[in-house]
């Protein structure tokens, strides 16, 4: 397997903790507003952190990090998945996947496995806007609804996320998310932010008040609804 990326202390990827932040290249979405381009584009291109790298520096941290995040690109793609987070495991560190939810039968495994502790999965866009939002016509969106049952139903612990970007999100998205996500725990809006890794840098963001706007008609359905990513 091929790790592109290591943070080695991050506050911010896992709430609550102090954790590392491994990244794993490749993604079977296109999102335009990706953050990590680069993953998700040219993988193979991407320098390479060496698996031992990262265990030797988890079994250095032993004691000083509560736990590992492993994003990407989208992780479930990549075949070794469970015995890399089992090996996280048995060095006692809690374990958050970052997932686009479009492999449920890869959460389910790591589940019934005990491989994960908190999945933060995303959520695009409303299902009639998902294709859209994800860069992939004709997407299985069955698979993605799949993941969200068992996200709700299975995971330890876990968040929604949406990257709500002004071009691609109107409030009728947040009207939809709610109804389809009703009784869910957690759930941030994450504020657009350019950057130089963006696929496509023709975004912009909404403002803090246009999302506490979409924070209250999902605080109808959804007990825990936080803004994420604005200064
Ligand atoms: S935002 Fe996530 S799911 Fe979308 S292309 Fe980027 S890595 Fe893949």
């Known amino acids: 397997m091929k790790i592109c990326g290591l943070n080695k202390t991050t506050l911010l990827d896992y709430p609550g ?3 590392a932040t491994v990244f794993l290249g490749g993604c079977n ?6 953050q990590n381009g680069g993953l998700v584009l040219h993988p193979g291109v991407e ?3 060496p698996v031992e790298d990262v265990t030797a520096l988890l079994r250095k941290r032993q004691g000083i990090l509560d736990g590992v995040c492993v994003t990407g690109g989208e992780p479930t793609l990549t075949a070794e998945l469970p015995y890399f987070l089992s090996q996280i495991k048995g060095l006692g560190y809690l374990v958050k996947l970052d997932t686009n939810g479009t492999r449920p039968a890869v959460i389910r495994k790591l589940l019934e496995q005990k491989l994960v502790d908190y999945i933060a999965m995303d959520i695009k866009s409303s ?10 016509h004709g ?3 069955e698979e993605i609804q799949e993941s969200v049952r068992l996200v709700m139903e299975q995971a330890p ?3 929604f996320r949406t990257t709500v970007v002004r071009e691609l999100h109107k409030r009728e998205d947040f009207e939809s998310i709610s109804k389809w996500l009703r009784g869910a725990k957690v759930y941030y809006l994450q504020a657009y932010r350019d950057s130089e890794q963006v696929i496509r840098r023709e975004f912009t963001s909404y403002s803090r008040a246009e ?3 979409f924070k209250e008609i999902l605080r109808g359905t959804i007990s825990s609804v936080q803004i994420r990513g604005l200064d």
């Open 47 to 49: 320098p390479e952190v």
């Open 157 to 159: 612990d876990y968040e």
């Open 17 to 19: 903790k102090v954790a």
């Open 29 to 34: 979405l296109r999102c335009p507003f990706c």
């Open 139 to 141: 997407m299985n969106l």
């Open 127 to 136: 299902l009639e806007h998902y294709e859209k939002v994800s860069g992939i």
């Open 211 to 213: 999302l506490e706007e």
